[in-house]
C-alpha cells in the first residue's frame, strides 16, 4: 500500500514517476527492493537468502542437498541425506544413521527425486524402485557400506537411475549369493559415474556388480578394487549394453572366467537383448583367472568374452593380468554356436599378462562352431597356435 499512498499524495515526491515504483513493502523507506517477502515465507529479500524458494529461509531446516537452506552462508552444514521429489526435500538423516556396521539397514525408494548423501559412512544398502538420482558428493568421502552383510545398490524395475560420488564397500549378496554384491542392474537404465567399489566380495556372477535383461549402464571414471566370482570378478553381464569411460579395474579374481569382467549372453538369463561391452580409456590389472582346487583352467584373466557377446576396447591398457587357462588379458570363447566377437581393439596395448594355457595376451580356442573376429589390432600379439588370428 506504500506505493499506492505515496502515488496518491503524489506532491510530497520530487518525481510523481518514481513513486510508484518505490517501497511497495509500505515503511515508507527508499531501499525499494530489500525488505520485498516474494516467496511469502515470512523473509523479507534483505536477511532471505532466496526470496524466490520457500523452502529456504533463515528459520528452515538445514538439508544436505546442495544448498544453503538455513541462510547462514554455509552449505549441508550439518550433513546428513536428504531426499527431493516434488515438494520439499525431506531430511531422511534419522533413517540412514539407524545402520550400523553390525546392523545395516536396506532403505526402499520407491517414489521419484534425488537422494543427497552427504559425506560419511552410511550402513545402507538401497533398493531402487523408481527413477532416482543418488548423489553422492564425491567417493572420496562418501561411502555406503553393507558391513559384510546386504546387498548395495538394487535395481530391478525399468526406471532411469543416476548414481555418482559413492565408494560401494562391505557389500555381499545376502540372497543367493549368486549376483553383483555391490550393484544389480535388471532391466533399468543406470547412468554412474566417481565411483569405487571396494570390499572384496565373493559370489557367481560378477562380484560387484551384475547386469541382466536389457540393462543399460553407462559409468565414467570409477575404479574397481579386487573383487572375486566364479564369472566376471568385478562385472558379469549378459543381455546388457555397458559403455564405460575411464574405468579401472584391479585385481579381480574369477575360478572359472573373467578376472575382472565375463559377458556373455547366456551367463546371467536368457533374454535376447544385444549383449555389448565397450571400454574406452580403461585399465584392466592385476587380474586373474584361477581355481584354487586346480581342478579346472580357466581363463580371461582380465576380460572374458562368451557366446554373442560383442567386446570393444578403445585406448586401454591390460597389463599384468594372468590366467592358469588360456588368455592371460583375453580369452575369446564360446560354448555353444554363437560367436564371440572382440569387435574392436584400438590404440589398445598389452603389458605383461601371462596364461599358462596358451596365448598371453589374447586366446581364441577353436572351439565347435565358433565365429571370432578380431579387427583392428594394433600391438596385439597372442600365441596362434592356440587359435589366435
Ligand atoms: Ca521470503
Ligand atoms: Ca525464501
Ligand atoms: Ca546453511
Ligand atoms: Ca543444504
Redesign the pocket.
Known sequence: MGAVALAWLGCNGPNNDDLTVTDADADADTDADSDI?????G???DV?CN?QNRNV?PNAPELCDGFDNNCNTEVDELGGVSFVGNNAGVDRTAEFSKGTKEDPVVIQLQTDGTLNVCPGTWYVGLDIDANVRVLGRDSATTTLDGGGAIRGIWVDESVNVGLTGVTLTGFVDDDEGQLGAALHCDGAQIMASDIVFEGDPSNVYGGYASLMNGCVLQLGTSAFNGGSAQYGGQLAMSNSRATLLDVTFDGGTASVAGGAVAVASDLLDNGSDATSFACTGCTFENGVATDPTKKTTPGGGALWIGEEAEVTLTGTELSDNSADGPGGAVLLDSLGDDSAELETLEDTEFDGNTAAGGANDVSVPAVKGGDYEITETDDLSCDESAGCR
Open positions: 517477502d516474494a516467496d511469502s515465507d523473509f523479507t529479500s532471505d526470496d529461509n
